[in-house]
C-alpha cells in the first residue's frame, strides 16, 4: 500500500492577499506547463482526467487518445508543471480512447485505472480497427507504474454493440465508480452513448461480474452520456443520475433498492429536462445544505434548428426531501439556461466568496456551432439565486470546439483552475489568478478494512462567515471527466470554521467545530458509527 497512515492530518500549503469577491480572473498556461497537443478520438466529445494517482499530494491530469496515439499521463511537479510520464507509468495506450477514471478497485489504498474506448471508429472513414475490450483496467504498482489486468477480471471482451458491425455508431459516455452494494468494494457503472447502461458488480478478489440483466430499470435502451453517484433520498445507499440524450422521453435516476437493483424514478423527482443531456455537474449552489444538479444540453436561436430551440440548459434546485417535486429547474431565472451547444461543465468557488461559480464548455463540428463561446458564471447572489456570464472578463472565452473540462487546484495555491480539452486534439490549462479570499480543503479518507479509502459519495459541509456550504465527494463529473477525490471550499475573509462535518455514505461521519484551519488541507476520517470528534488544537 502507497499510504499507510492511520491518523487525521492538517497541513497549510499556501496562504492568498486578498479578498473575497474580486473580479475572476484566468491565464491559459497549457504549453508553459508542459500540457500538449494530442490526437482526439474522432467522435462527439473527449474527457480529461484530474486526480492524484500517486498520492503525492498534488493533482495528476490523464488525456485518452485517439487510434495508435499512446495516451497521456501528465505528472504534476506540485507547482502546477507537469511532465508527460505515459510510457513510463505503462500507461500509453494506443486504442481509440474517450474517458479514463482513477478509482481503487482492489482495495489497497492505490488509485487504480480503467479506460473506456469505443471498439472502433465513429465517423465513416475512420480506421477499421477493433480493440478486444472497450473497458481496459490497469492495476496501480508499488511503484506508481501500472500492469493491464483487463484479461480475467470479468471485463474482458465486452463491448460497445455489435463488435462485428464496423458501421455501429456507439460512443463511450461514462463510466463512474461507487459501492453500490455496500460491501466495501467499488462497482462499475458505464453508459454508452446510443448503447444503453451496464453495471458491473465487484466481487472483491479484483474481478467484476456483468449484473445488468437483473439490475432492474438499469437499460440498453437510451443514449447515455455523463452519470454522477449520490444517496438522492438518504437510505445509505448510492443511487445513479445519468444524463440521457433523446426526444424520447427517457430521463435516469436510479433509486438504489438495494441488491444490486434499482428502480428509475426520475419523473417522480421532478428530473426532467430538455431532450439533448450531455454533462452533469453537482454541488450547491444556493449554500442550503442541498446538492443541486447543473445539466448542459443544445440550444439555437437562429431558426437554422428548429427541435432545439426550445431546448436549454437545466439548474436543478434540490428542494428537499419530501417536497414536491423534489427538484425543480430555476435555469432561466437564475441565468444560466442557454450556452448554445454544451458539453463540459463543473462547479468551483473560483473567487472564494464562499459560493459556487459554474464554467461550461460549448461548440459542435456543425458550422452553426463550430465557433460557441466558453461560459463562466459567477455566482452573485444565493437567495434569490443569481448568476452573472463574465467568461470574456475573466479570459475564459475560447472559442473552440471543446467539451471535457474540469476545475481543480493544480499549483496548490489555494485558487480552482481548470483543464479543458478540444478538437482537434488540444489543450487549455487556465490558471486562477483571482486576488481571491481564504480557502480550505478536505479530503474524507477511511483507513478501516475493506472501506473505499477514497470515500467516494461523501458529502461534505462546512459553516463559515454566517454561510454553509455543501460538496460531494464523486467520480466521474463533467462530460466523460474525473474530479479529485477532495472537497475545496472559499472562506472569504472569514479567518476560521465554525464547524466541519463529513457524512459517510454508510452513516459514518466526523465533526469538527471552531477550528482555525484556513488555507489549509484537512485529512479526515471517520470516527465510531455516529459520533463526532474534533481535532486537537
Keep these: 500500500m502507497s499510504n499507510s497512515k492511520r491518523v487525521v492530518t492538517w497541513a497549510v500549503v499556501g496562504v492568498l492577499s486578498g479578498s473575497a469577491g474580486a473580479q475572476i480572473s484566468f491565464v491559459e498556461e497549457a504549453g508553459a506547463r508542459g500540457l500538449t497537443a494530442f490526437a482526439h478520438t474522432n467522435g462527439e466529445c473527449l474527457g480529461v482526467s ?125 463510466i463512474t465508480a461507487g459501492d453500490l452494494d455496500n460491501d466495501g468494494d467499488l462497482d462499475l457503472y458505464f453508459g454508452a452513448w446510443l448503447d444503453g447502461q451496464n453495471l458491473f458488480e465487484n466481487n472483491g478478489d479484483g474481478t467484476f461480474t456483468d449484473v445488468t440483466a437483473g439490475s432492474g430499470d438499469v437499460t440498453r435502451n437510451i443514449a447515455n452520456w455523463n452519470a454522477v ?29 438495494g441488491g444490486m437493483t434499482f428502480v428509475n424514478e426520475a419523473a417522480a423527482y421532478g428530473l426532467v429536462p430538455s431532450f439533448n443531456d450531455m454533462g452533469v455537474a453537482m454541488s450547491d449552489v444556493n449554500n442550503d445544505g442541498l ?32 417536497a414536491s417535486p423534489r427538484y425543480t429547474d430555476d435555469a432561466i431565472a437564475c441565468g444560466t439556461a442557454f450556452c448554445d451547444w454544451g458539453w463540459g461543465c463543473d462547479f468551483a468557488d473560483f473567487d472564494n466568496d464562499r459560493d459556487v461559480d459554474l464554467a461550461v464548455t460549448n461548440g459542435s463540428g456543425l458550422a452553426h456551432f463550430a ?54 486534439g488540444g489543450m487549455l490549462l487556465y490558471r486562477n489568478v483571482t486576488p481571491a479570499g481564504n480557502w480550505l480543503v478536505i479530503k474524507p479518507r477511511r483507513y478501516d478494512a475493506g472501506a473505499d479509502h477514497f470515500s467516494i459519495g461523501a458529502v461534505v459541509r462546512v459553516w463559515a462567515g454566517g454561510e454553509v456550504m455543501t460538496r460531494l465527494i464523486g467520480t466521474s463529473w463533467s462530460i466523460l471527466g474525473q474530479a479529485p477525490y477532495e472537497a475545496h471550499f472559499g472562506l472569504g475573509d472569514a479567518t476560521k470554521v465554525d464547524r466541519i462535518e463529513v457524512r459517510w455514505v454508510d452513516g459514518r461521519s466526523r465533526v469538527i467545530h471552531n477550528k482555525k484551519l484556513v488555507n489549509t488541507i484537512v485529512e479526515l476520517r471517520p470516527g465510531p458509527r455516529g459520533a463526532g470528534h474534533a481535532v486537537p488544537e
Design 291 to 322: 446538492l443541486d444538479l447543473y445539466v448542459t444540453e443544445i440550444h439555437d436561436a437562429s431558426g437554422n434548428f428548429p427541435g432545439w430551440a426550445g431546448s436549454q440548459n437545466v439548474m436543478f434546485i434540490d428542494n428537499g426531501v419530501g
Design 371 to 424: 465557433t460557441d463561446r466558453s461560459r463562466l458564471f459567477e455566482n452573485v447572489s444565493t437567495d434569490p439565486l443569481a448568476f452573472a456570464e463574465v467568461g470574456v472578463s475573466a479570459g475564459f472565452d475560447d472559442t473552440f470546439f471543446a467539451s471535457g473540462l474540469i476545475a481543480a487546484d493544480f499549483n496548490r495555491d489555494g485558487r480552482q483552475d481548470m483543464v479543458e480539452v478540444h478538437h482537434p
Design 229 to 257: 453517484m449520490h444517496d438522492f433520498n438518504g437510505d445509505g445507499l448510492l443511487d445513479i443520475y445519468g444524463a440521457v440524450d433523446g426526444a424520447d422521453g427517457i430521463k435516469c435516476l436510479l433509486i438504489n433498492q
Design 50 to 174: 484530474a486526480a492524484d494517482y500517486d498520492g503525492d499530494g498534488d493533482i495528476d491530469i490523464f488525456v485518452p487518445t485517439d487510434f495508435g496515439t499512446p495516451s497521456r499521463l501528465y505528472e504534476n511537479d506540485g507547482t502546477g508543471n507537469f511532465t508527460e510520464v505515459a510510457a513510463l507509468r505503462g500507461l500509453n495506450s494506443t486504442s481509440n480512447d474517450r474517458m479514463g477514471l482513477f478509482f481503487d478497485y482492489d482495495g489497497d489504498r492505490d488509485l487504480d485505472l480503467i479506460i473506456g474506448n469505443d471498439h472502433h471508429g465513429y465517423f465513416p472513414g475512420a480506421p477499421n480497427i477493433t480493440w478486444p475490450h472497450t473497458l481496459r483496467l490497469f492495476r496501480q504498482n508499488a511503484d506508481h507504474s501500472f500492469t493491464e489486468v483487463t484479461v480475467g477480471s470479468g471485463l474482458e471482451g465486452w463491448h460497445i454493440g455489435a463488435p462485428t458491425d464496423p458501421n455501429f455508431l456507439g460512443m463511450v459516455g461514462t
